[in-house]
């Protein structure tokens, strides 16, 4: 499976951003859990939000919670992160994740990883 993230980009504080991500491979999409991660410079890389394939159960990092919603479209193959309300802290790089348990290893290990797309928060 691969995985392709984009719609980042610059936005003002307060504003929204709306991340997507699809995957493509031998692997039907609606088997594989599917998160968002995020680095920003000189830290760690977090589990930001993400959504189990096996129920549509969402969970989030507690950051973001009343934010962030992340979404997905199996038939498009597609996950969203809808970002609102965002804040300057929320400046990182961006990873879109897929796992093919039935839940979500939040800040353990992914078998899946997309590239990053940057998030740029501007206050």
């Known amino acids: 499976v691969q995985l392709q993230a984009f719609g980042g980009g610059l936005v003002l504080a307060g504003g929204s951003l709306r991340l997507s991500c699809t995957g493509s491979g031998r692997t039907p999409f609606s088997r594989l859990s599917m998160g968002w991660l995020r680095q920003a410079p000189g830290k760690a890389r977090e589990f930001v939000g993400g959504?189990?394939?096996?129920?549509?159960?969402?969970s989030y990092a507690n950051s973001v919670k009343g934010r962030f919603s992340i979404s997905r479209d199996n038939a498009k193959n597609m996950v969203y992160l809808q970002m609102n309300s965002l804040k300057s802290e929320d400046t990182a790089v961006y990873f879109c994740?897929?796992?093919?348990?039935?839940?979500?290893?939040?800040?353990?290990?992914?078998?899946?990883w997309g590239q990053g797309t940057q998030v740029t928060v501007s206050s």
């Open positions: 959504i189990r394939w096996s129920d549509g159960h969402t």
């Open positions: 994740a897929a796992d093919y348990g039935a839940y979500l290893p939040r800040n353990g290990r992914w078998d899946i």
